[in-house]
């Protein structure tokens, strides 16, 4: 069974810091694309970077570049989400997703929960 946990959300102050961890399990984690997707309140959901685990490369949303960083720890299966000088508008729900390939369509196979993201001014 495939499964994606986020973790990591809460509530911050404009300017700060959050760190978000998305848990795979169920596929091999390798041959797979991770995607960061948020969702705020009467929004679509929005795709915010995509993270190729083969070859490195990642895509990041304009609104987030230079700002939100992505790593992983392929021996956890782990990716994480540094998210830096966060601002009010990024309150959302942040999901992980995960496909084979990267896209900024919200069509992946496979989706976490969800946590929240709350950044007040």
């Known amino acids: 069974e495939v499964k994606l946990v986020e973790s990591g959300g809460g509530l911050v102050q404009a300017g700060g810091s959050l760190r978000l961890s998305c848990a795979a399990s169920?596929?091999?984690?390798?041959?797979?694309?991770i995607a960061w997707f948020r969702q705020a309140p009467g929004k679509h959901r929005e795709g915010v970077l995509c993270?190729?685990?083969?070859?490195?490369?990642?895509n990041y949303a304009d609104s987030v570049k230079g700002r939100f960083t992505i790593s992983s720890d392929n021996a956890k299966n782990t990716v994480y989400l540094q998210m830096n000088n966060l601002k009010p508008e990024d309150t959302a729900v942040y999901y992980c997703?995960?496909?084979?390939?990267?896209?900024?369509?919200?069509?992946?196979?496979?989706w976490g929960q969800g946590t929240q993201v709350t950044v007040s001014s």
């Open positions: 997703a995960a496909d084979s390939y990267c896209t900024w369509s919200p069509e992946y196979a496979y």
């Open positions: 169920g596929f091999t984690f390798d041959d797979y694309a």
């Open positions: 993270f190729s685990i083969s070859d490195g490369r990642t």
